[in-house]
């Protein structure tokens, strides 16, 4: 679906629609904070993660009913829905923010030619104070996949000029931070507009960025040829960073806590009209991108996406069970990503559409209609998937490049990293060969590391976990010195579904690289690992899922993922002994699917008598097909010399379903005989329960009839016990 949204944007630049006289070429995101639940802007589906939102910081909030941030005084269009409010702080930095990922990798290449990007927004300031006379930044534009820690693209600043607000436009790779000052300045407590224009253009140090602070009304929604003159820009002249020489280009936008304030009416556009509605105008419902089909295993959950256009559209998205004879509005579905629960076999050919409605002329549109089409998953059964000890006696298939030697099998796991040098694999950071019987991962100095391994043979199925089975990944490791630690970081884990979406990594290279790993469609899991020989937070586990699909960059942001919270239980492990240089650790990694949208992860951690844990439930994604690992240290200086893994095991196993009270619902007499007896009652899929009677109730031994094992919330089963003239039944659950 995101590769879908990737290929029209494409198309709309590369013919030439974002022309002079273009209106509404392609408005790519707007916000209007419709729905949101109150709470912290991005934590969840109810707080806006599903429309871009993540990053997240309490410093930022929403509050279901506040209202909008009126900008019709400016000539701007009316606003529905609520607003965000930032929390002043005397600390701004890129943790204190929210960042909003308006666009996937390569919707904005510039290496393929020149284009326009528009931003504009509603702000308000609380405190002329609480802003300094130096400036400080407000919002920041990076790259589509980076994290907020390297300068990419746009700031906007803002300082204070003897109780005024004076705004300020510069590139991020600008010598000095040098910024370009609008003239016209702003008070405390009133309402102002933003629009920038990001102007990329093919080549080195010649894109250009303009700023307009209440542009004139009257200019709202004109074509490219009669755009305003900008009140500030900041272009070729000025060294611009690293932004024209990646074809990522921009996708994300942070929007900063410092001072207090309030923002709203967020959009992102081709062109000055996409990001310029005027009062008064109504544009009527409709649809710039319908949702697209979709065909994958059962069990998994689905993503559609449509972009609207109108006058403050609202959307709801609504489901048919009966090929498009009667749909049904799914409840709470009412941003522009709808992402839905694991679905089931059963619901294969469910449709999906979404409606646009536009209040201000009362005009629907309806996105074309996307279809799930459904496979039917295999289990995998019960025993050890992978157990690779990585040594050439045990397996003759292992060659001088021995972790990514080829065939595949129970023993010979697949791994692959960045080759930085030619100089052999001892230099790539990621060794087997010569080891003694061990896989050697040497961290990048100043530099991130990847090392992906694959338990599963290329293209083939990944691991199934049917409800009640588990996946257990057990890596021991050992670090062998810290000469060159300077502080901690973390080392980041995954258990990721390459299978479902994602394209497999195949060879040594960029593509296996700190920051990348083909990430786009992977699903999975990530434990976060604070590292070092002494733990510098109070909580050093995390557990994370997967939620920006669409990014390249696998496991380098943790904005591209949902937080479950960190642990062990209690925390206090700030300045605690860590992980000791030269000692041996067993880590266990566990992914227990309990019911069909929810799964248990634990972590634990032991050796040098230590015993880490810390477990979580997700019923939001409940991932349980997985292909791959892959370990990130984020540095040499930030984690260890080098880490030794003497062997590397997955396995599938039983696991425990917590079974919640139930209710027999119904026992029926039945016609083949006068004590033939259907029982029905109610069930988790995946439980295995005992039927079982005896023919007192005061007194004797219950006898097992049957043991059934539930694939629904009901389960029937029929007892023909013969000659008995009266049974009394029970049903117990086996967890």
């Known amino acids: ?245 990646s074809g990522t280009g921009p996708g994300r936008i942070l929007f900063y806590a410092g001072p207090g304030a309030e923002f709203d009416e967020f959009r992102v556009g081709t062109t000055w009209a996409d990001v310029t509605p005027y009062f008064g105008q109504c544009l009527s419902a409709g649809i710039a991108v319908s949702p697209a089909s979709v065909t994958n295993s059962a069990e998994l959950n689905n993503t559609f996406i449509v972009t609207e256009i109108g006058t403050s559209p609202t959307i709801q998205w609504q489901r048919s069970t009966n090929n498009g004879t009667t749909w049904f509005d799914i409840p709470g579905a009412n941003v522009s990503i709808y992402t839905t629960p694991n679905l089931a076999l059963s619901e294969n050919g469910s449709k999906y559409r979404a409606i646009v409605n536009v209040a201000c002329d009362n005009s629907y549109a309806t996105s074309a209609v996307a279809t799930v089409t459904l496979t039917t998953p295999t289990p995998t059964a019960t025993g050890t998937v992978m157990f690779d000890k990585f040594d050439n006696i045990v397996d003759p298939n292992i060659g001088d490049a021995s972790r990514n030697d080829t065939p595949f099998s129970g023993t010979n796991s697949l791994w692959y990293t960045f080759l930085a040098t030619a100089s052999g694999e001892a230099d790539s950071g990621l060794a087997v060969f010569g080891q003694g019987g061990n896989m050697v991962g040497t961290p990048q100095s100043g530099a991130s590391s990847l090392w992906l391994g694959y338990y599963t043979d290329t293209n083939q199925p990944p691991v199934h976990l049917a409800v009640g089975k588990a996946l257990k990944i057990t890596l021991p490791f050992t670090p062998s010195g810290y000469a060159s630690h300077t502080n901690n970081s973390s080392v980041r884990i995954g258990l990721l579904d390459y299978f ?46 997967r939620n920006i699909l669409s990014d390249d960059n696998l496991l380098g942001s943790i904005a591209d993922f949902d937080s479950f919270g960190s642990g062990p239980a209690g925390g206090g492990f700030n300045g605690a002994p860590a992980f000791h240089a030269g000692t041996s650790y067993v880590m266990e990694l566990t992914v227990a699917r309990t019911d069909v949208n929810t799964v248990d992860l634990t972590a634990s951690i032991t050796g040098g008598g230590t015993n880490w844990t810390h477990s979580v439930t997700d019923t939001n994604y409940a991932y349980h097909r997985f292909d791959a690992i892959a370990l990130r240290p984020n540095s040499l200086e930030t984690s260890a010399d080098s880490i030794t893994f003497p062997d590397f095991k997955v396995e599938v196993l039983n696991a425990t379903i917590p079974v919640t009270p139930f209710n027999i619902t119904g026992i029926q007499a039945l016609s083949a005989g006068p004590s033939s007896v259907r029982i029905t009652w109610n069930s988790i899929s995946g439980v295995n329960y005992q039927i079982q009677s005896r023919n007192s109730l005061s007194s004797g031994s219950w006898a097992t009839n049957a043991t059934v094992q539930a694939t629904g919330a009901s389960t029937s089963y029929t007892n023909s016990p013969g000659g008995a003239s009266a049974l009394f039944y029970r049903v117990v659950a086996t967890p």
């Open 500 to 545: 479902d979406g994602g394209v497999r990594i195949l060879a040594d290279g960029a593509a296996a690289g700190g920051s990348r790993g083909n990430g786009a469609g992977v699903r999975g899991y990530m434990f976060n690992l604070d590292f070092g020989p002494t733990f510098s937070v109070n909580s050093p586990l995390q557990w994370l899922a």
């Open 1 to 245: 679906m995101k590769q879908h949204r990737i290929r029209f944007l494409h198309s709309l630049i590369l013919t030439g629609v974002i022309s002079a006289g273009s209106v509404h070429a392609s408005l790519v995101r707007t916000e209007q904070f419709v729905n949101y639940s109150t709470g912290t802007l991005g934590l969840d589906s109810a707080h806006g993660s599903l429309n871009g939102w993540n990053a997240t910081s309490p410093l930022i909030t929403l509050t279901n009913g506040s209202g909008s941030l009126s900008g019709t005084s400016l000539g701007f269009v009316a606003s529905a829905g609520d607003r965000a409010f930032l929390r002043f702080t005397n600390a701004p930095a890129a943790g204190a923010g929210a960042r909003n990922q308006f666009a996937p990798n390569l919707t904005f290449n510039p290496t393929l030619g020149n284009t326009n990007v528009y931003y504009s927004f509603l702000y308000k300031f609380q405190d002329a104070t609480q802003i300094p006379t130096a400036g400080e930044f407000i919002a920041q534009v990076f790259h589509a996949n980076s994290g907020t820690g390297t300068a990419q693209h746009w700031a906007l600043q803002a300082k204070n000029v003897a109780g005024q607000i004076q705004l300020g436009i510069s590139k991020a790779g600008a010598p000095n931070n040098a910024t370009n000052w609008a003239s016209t300045t702003v008070s405390a407590n009133n309402v102002f507009l933003v629009v920038v224009r990001q102007q990329l253009i093919t080549g080195i140090q010649n894109d250009i960025y303009d700023l307009w602070v209440n542009p004139p009304p009257q200019t709202f929604s004109t074509n490219e040829l009669n755009v305003p003159t900008p009140d500030a820009s900041v272009g070729a002249l000025t060294t611009d960073g690293s932004e024209s020489t």
